[in-house]
């Protein structure tokens, strides 16, 4: 692939397009502007901002990664954990409804767009990794428990404000008593609806004679049918007289392209957290890319993918639009729908755009608590407690983060949440590393291979201190790597040769060849001789340009076994270890 196709991977795959994959980007692209056109209008309300704003981050942003990104499947659009993120990040810097939130908004939208780029150009993508896995599913766990409890209040027809779910919680109680009986019926009713759709109404359709691509299509269009059937009901009976909130009156057309006036200021205070959502849009994303890419056998690159969401963004921000990423239900749907190419985005953003057009003045008396209904079933998906209960089994350290991470999201807000999920990865992993494995091994009977005496049956020389480090060395471990071979040979007066076995070592920075050198001294004066064996030949480069090995005072060896073998004083009568229950 040239250079061209790999910055603007439309020129790859455009190049072999023909009539057969046209049709399934049109059928694929037809589906997912079914699905789309309620998702968007219920997201724009979640991130507090007018219904056809979430049409128009529904536009270019589309045919922008289209371009630039490297999915062939991958839905671009307003999702549910970053509108979440940007009501609650503009909402602390301009009152909803007014010119300077949308202004936040559109600001915000542009902002992660640069930093997405920038990150891609210059190969950054690394840096989404410090999002642990753990802490992405109870973050976004906690985002959907959030989501649904927020869209409550459409259900019930009350007025709540809060961001945290203890404030929702205290909002909902209070106003129980003012519950409008009408929007609770037609709420409760189309979450019914769509978890029927969602869970029997396919089958259902199956068993009736239809054929089973016409019955998923109907299925996927389970949200358009509720949002007739409830505008037909709504302007039918004249609920808005009732005390049913409608979407109102959204404008026809399509935006204008351009940029609002901003202030640096402005800027200065949504840099951090576009970051944040820059992030977490990108690891949601590349993360259902790789997915779906797999299955085809395709491959994601994910700094182009860096540019693809950016430039996506850049779009959704020129077009009056908020922070888009890749959606998860959307790009299942349009891989199981077939699409082929990124083409079907753009078709998809044709047909969003022919809605903006010609049928906003029909959902004028759309219910609220329709999209509220919709957003509930949605991102109850995202709420994942079968993996809290995994990762506990596996790890009390990941689940401390994930834990922290619900817990904090959930009272305190999402920022804080995300914030302080990472922090603490960062502060387990830090923790980890800095008392890393560290096993005495001796040789297994009969072959060439060494394994920790506590584990297995060995054959040790008591002159010989095998030990194997199972880390990178750097500066948080090198003292407890020093602190542990001191240990090991005060406690045994026979040792003459200590050989640290490196076959796990990927670095040693500086701090740790300083530690190194330090051990090799106390050991010289101790009469005691200090080898290196299995060292990796990035590592032994490094270790080549500095006077380390001069002042070595044993050998490197290019394995563990030549290492014993040439230090042995005798053949090996050692002792053998008992094995213990486990296996490493």
Known sequence: MNRIETFLPIVAWGKAYNRSVLTSDLVAAMIVTIMLIPQSLAYAMLAELPPEVGLYASILPLVAYAIFGTSRVLAVGPVAVVSLMTASVVGQVAAQGTADYLTAAIVLALLSGVI???????????????????????????????????????????????DTLPEIAEGLLSQAGNANPITLVIGIGVVAFLFFARTRLKGLLNRTGL??????????ASPILAVAATILIAGAFDLADHGVVLVGSIPRGLPVPGIPAFSLDLVATLAGPALLISAIGFVESVSVAQTLASKRRQRIVPDQELIGLGAANIASGISSGFPVTGGFARSVVNFDAGAETPAAGIFTAVGIAIATLFLTPLLANLPQATLAATIIVAVLSLVDFKAIGAVFGYSKADFAAMATTILITLFWGVEPGVLSGVLLSLALHLYRTSRPHMAVVGLVPGTEHFRNINRHKVVTDPPILSIRVDESLYFANSRYLEDRIAALVSDSPDIRHVVLMCPAVNDIDASALESLEEINHRLKDAGIAFHLSEVKGPVM??????????????????????AVTSLRTVPYTGAVMAPAMMAS
């Open 116 to 162: 997405l780029v920038l990150m891609g150009v210059f190969r950054l993508g690394f840096l989404a990794n410090f999002l642990s896995r753990p802490v992405i599913s109870g973050f976004i766990t906690a985002s959907g428990l959030l989501i649904a409890a927020s869209q409550l209040k459409h259900i019930f027809g009350v007025p709540v404000k809060g």
């Open 211 to 220: 054929n089973s691509r016409l019955s998923d299509i109907i299925t996927k």
């Open 541 to 562: 480069d490094r270790l080549k340009k500095t006077d380390f090995l001069e002042k070595l005072t044993g050998k490197i060896f290019l394995s563990q076994y030549e």
